[in-house]
């Protein structure tokens, strides 16, 4: 990135426009005890090139998942993305118009979004979609928000400690200064009992969030966990897997009101985890319209009678009125929700569902080989799709490095997240791994163990 310096001349000509003699007088509110009188303690700058060098250095340091086999997840896939997605959205018309502030004039960006909504639609089973969050825990926090509007509630938000930590944690410093409280409920088997849920829920609950499959990999029990929250008037939000739906039942076909997700393994790549692309999709009721987040794009007809698209259900106070505003979330992931777009096209609903199947055949067949090493087992006992959690004797993070010098990224270590389950390795098969590589990791985990 170019950097523009200010010369002394610039520095005069701005202090002069605002009325100050110096720069000790632009800083004089500012009271004594909290400028820095000294110089900062920072090493001497270098050259370009030794600079390039070293920023070279650093980044040398990094392995990106490409060059090694990786069994991550979490959240962060590694699917097949077909050349089709780079070829479209690497197009210049979208990969420059990537969000519609002259909305009418950009009838392709507008058909795009409109053509992702409904592919949203089709995949939750819910009414309405919106174009789009900036990733899953900012869909999982502005479904909160929603769920505050709708129910006009200010009591408690429920949560499963099987949903994503990082998810959570974006939940908690949303909440931090409303007028509501989180209340975790834990998950020591590994899943969320819908008998936990009847328990605390009552007529202050604001709404009920769940993951399935959760971050362990398992599948919760999501038509008795959304009863539960409706039987009291709350919001059941669903987090869910998109590319897992290609087998799973869709969120509102198990009763949810509001589906959120994180769309990256639709067709955009890993990237150092970002940026990646959130999904909100609800019920079509008005409450629920009136208070979804981020645009919605409506299709109608010209003067001419001809097709053509527009912004609609929203006021202008939602984009330039931050406090008038139903959400701060004012712009969108347009190229990567086009990128999502294009690869549900390209699959269509047979490519998606043997997507799936490969994900699941192979993450058992994985699940089946690692657990036959002595003293690795499976953490818990739950149905899974394409992820699944270990138990492994001795240090899990040691293991992890072993193992990556041997080429694999082979999973999550839990202890970063969970304290009570620091023994915890969650592994994601996808569609790419191979018999030969699962086999590998299989290998190299046991030399590991030995």
């Known amino acids: 990135m170019p950097y523009l310096l200010n010369t002394p001349a610039d520095r005069d000509a701005m202090l002069a426009r605002i009325g100050a003699a110096s720069i000790d007088d632009l800083f004089a509110p500012i009271p004594a005890e909290l400028r820095l009188d000294r110089p900062l303690d920072v090493p001497s700058g270098l050259a370009e090139m030794e600079l390039t060098a070293h920023m070279q250095a650093l980044a040398a340091k990094n392995q990106p998942a490409g060059e090694a086999v990786c069994f991550l997840g979490g959240g962060a896939y590694d699917h097949f993305i077909p050349s089709v997605v780079d070829a479209v959205a690497g197009r210049g018309e979208f990969y420059t118009a990537y969000t519609p502030y002259q909305a009418e004039a950009s009838q392709g960006t507008l058909q795009a979004v409109f053509e992702f909504q409904t592919l949203m639609c089709q995949l939750t089973g819910l009414d ?59 998950t020591p088997d590994g899943f969320l009992s819908p008998d936990d849920v009847k328990a605390v829920v009552n007529d202050r609950t604001v709404c009920v969030i769940a993951q399935s499959p959760n971050f362990f990999g398992h599948l919760e029990e999501m038509r008795a966990i959304g009863e539960a929250a409706r039987k009291v008037g709350a919001v059941f939000v669903a987090s869910f897997d998109p590319v897992g739906v290609g087998l799973l039942q869709r969120p509102g076909d198990y009763g949810a009101d509001i589906a959120v997700a994180e769309g990256q393994g639709l067709g955009t790549p890993l990237g150092f985890g970002g940026p990646y692309l959130g999904i909100l999709a609800c019920r079509g009721e008005k409450e629920y319209l009136r208070k979804i987040p981020g645009r919605l794009v409506g299709q109608t007809t010209d003067r001419r009678g001809q097709r053509c698209w527009v912004l609609t259900l929203q006021t202008r106070e939602q984009h330039i009125r931050r406090e008038k505003a139903t959400s701060n979330i004012c712009t ?60 492994m004797p001795g240090s899990v993070d040691d293991h992890l490095s072993r193992l990556r010098e041997r080429g694999f990224h082979a999973g999550l270590p839990l202890g970063r997240w969970y304290a009570n389950i620091a023994d915890g390795l969650t592994v994601a098969v996808t569609e790419k791994r191979t018999r030969a590589e699962i086999d590998g990791l299989t290998a190299a985990l046991r030399r590991c163990l030995a």
């Open 128 to 186: 309405v979609a919106n174009a789009s969050l900036y990733e899953g825990g900012s869909a999982v926090a502005e479904a909160m928000l929603m769920a505050l509007g709708i129910t006009g509630r200010n009591g408690e938000v429920v949560v499963a400690q099987s949903v994503h930590p990082e998810y959570r944690q974006t939940l908690t410093t949303y909440a931090a200064n409303l007028d509501c409280r989180i209340r975790e409920l834990p």
């Open 332 to 391: 969108n992931q347009g190229l990567l929700a086009l990128r999502a777009a294009v690869h549900l096209a390209a699959l269509g609903p047979q490519g998606l569902r043997e997507t799936a199947e490969l994900c699941l055949r192979k993450a058992h067949y994985a699940a089946e080989q690692l657990t036959a090493i002595p003293g690795v087992s499976l953490k818990f006992n739950r149905p899974f799709f394409k992820e699944f959690t270990l138990s």
